[in-house]
């Protein structure tokens, strides 16, 4: 029995229970190992709880052999790489677009300056205070049916989560926007899941390896190596997008390749700095590299200081 090792949330025992789902239906059964970390424990926000809030923990189990695969919100994990253990799978990644709740199913453009809107991300906050649309933004936390709560029970006029969350547990139906990426752009690696184990069970590796998906691996290696680059953590007001994507050579026949775009805000939404690039499919962490050090060129560095 493969034991996975997950938070204690619906959100995240749903998305760990895709994987042992798929793990079973090859052959491989598996169950699900509840992990609570420091980020269920606190209701502190996320940027002064520090990164690594809610996988610390479930790393630490699988150091000890207390659970054989961790599944993580990619997005949660620190950018530096664990020597001992190895990503084996990035599944195919839900639609990573951010999406607003809103109180009477009203879409952005239909608040009202002086609106109460809550996000728990630190870049969400950043983006929407650039829109300059005069709303007032609190932070935000607990799981996802606390956030929507707030919006029923009229404490907040809307929320602005990711949309895969919404997607994974079965409640789309409450979404009155999905953001474009040119008006809000998502965090690196947001709707996208890590499946993780050590890296010396070269066993299981192997097994592992067939629910990896290269494109989004690829998008989600080009998005992480943006933020790694700009030295800045999953709580800096960051966000970075990539997608493989169909282009034309000269003589007209068609290729893939990465197309990357990436923004940095201000806090305070005064300003907001923002690049595109596009690369061969097989060189993400390259292009993300690059996109990051034209950011830093355009200042980007002075907007998110010391995070």
């Known amino acids: 029995m493969i034991r996975i090792g997950t938070r204690g949330s619906l959100l995240a025992t749903t998305q760990a229970g895709t994987i042992a789902k798929a793990l079973t239906d090859a052959g491989h059964p598996a169950e699900l190992v509840i ?105 935000l936390r607990g799981n996802l049916d606390s956030r929507l709560g707030k919006v029923a029970s009229g404490e907040l006029d809307a929320v602005v989560i990711a949309r895969a969350g919404l997607e994974r547990i079965g409640r789309t139906d409450e979404v009155a926007e999905a953001f474009d990426p040119v008006v809000l752009l998502p965090a690196p690696a947001q709707g996208a899941l890590a499946v993780e184990c050590r890296g010396d069970d ?65 806090e305070d939404g005064s300003d907001l700095i923002r690049a595109s690039r596009v690369g061969p499919v097989d060189q993400p962490r390259q292009l993300g590299e690059a996109l990051a050090a034209e950011l830093l060129e355009l200042g980007a560095g002075e907007l998110y200081g010391d995070r």
């Open 35 to 139: 992990i609570k970390t420091a980020g269920d424990e606190s209701a502190a926000p996320v940027a002064e709880i520090g990164v690594g809030v809610f996988t610390t923990a479930i790393r630490v189990a699988l150091r000890n052999d207390e659970v054989d695969v961790a599944v993580h919100s990619y997005k949660d994990l620190p950018t530096t790489p664990e020597p001992d253990l190895v990503i084996a799978a990035v599944p195919p990644r839900a639609d990573p677009r951010d999406a607003l709740v809103s109180a009477g199913n009203k879409v952005l453009g239909e608040l009202l300056p002086g609106a109460t809107v809550g996000t728990s991300a630190p870049r969400r906050a950043a983006q929407l205070r650039a829109l300059g649309l005069g709303l007032e933004i609190r932070p």
């Open 202 to 266: 070269a066993q299981l590796v192997s097994i592992l390896t067939t629910l990896d998906d290269p494109s989004t691996r690829a998008a989600i290696d080009a998005e992480r190596a943006v933020l790694a680059a700009l030295e800045a953590g999953c709580t800096a007001p960051i966000g970075a997008l990539a997608e493989v994507v169909e282009s034309l050579d000269d003589d007209g026949r068609v290729f893939t390749e990465l197309s990357l775009r990436a923004a940095v805000a201000a």
